[in-house]
């Protein structure tokens, strides 16, 4: 059984940093897929960032409206995936989620992923 637990969400003042961690366990950690997705009330969840398998070379994806601020990396001994979050803006609030499926490639899409973290909240005061 995958599970995937999320940590390192808070609050925060706009233009600050953080880093939010997200530990699997149950399975092989290096061959698949890790993303981060985030949702607020009343809206979909949407693909922050993802980050392929080892089978496809660590690739890595990144919503436009977070391009160039945040980065998604993992540390496969650690079998852990982050998110640093840098220039955090009030409009990245919202409940970020950790995902992965049991295959490699780029996936943006939530109905993508079978496996998800509890959330992590995350809120940048202006």
């Known amino acids: 059984q995958v599970q995937l637990v999320e940590s390192g969400g808070g609050l925060v003042q706009d233009g600050e940093s953080l880093r939010l961690s997200c530990a699997a366990s149950g399975r092989t950690f290096s061959p698949y897929t890790m993303a981060w997705f985030r949702q607020v009330p009343g809206k979909e969840r949407e693909i922050v960032a993802a980050i392929s398998g080892s089978w496809t070379g660590d690739s890595t994806y990144y919503a436009d409206s977070v391009k160039g601020r945040f980065t998604i990396s993992r540390d496969n001994a650690r079998k852990t995936v982050y998110l640093q979050m840098n220039s955090l803006k009030p409009e990245d609030t919202a409940v970020y989620y950790c995902?992965?499926?049991?295959?490699?490639?780029?996936?943006?899409?939530?109905?993508?992923?079978?496996?998800w973290g509890q959330g992590t909240q995350v809120t940048v005061s202006s």
């Open positions: 995902a992965t499926r049991s295959s490699s490639g780029t996936y943006l899409n939530p109905r993508d992923y079978a496996y």
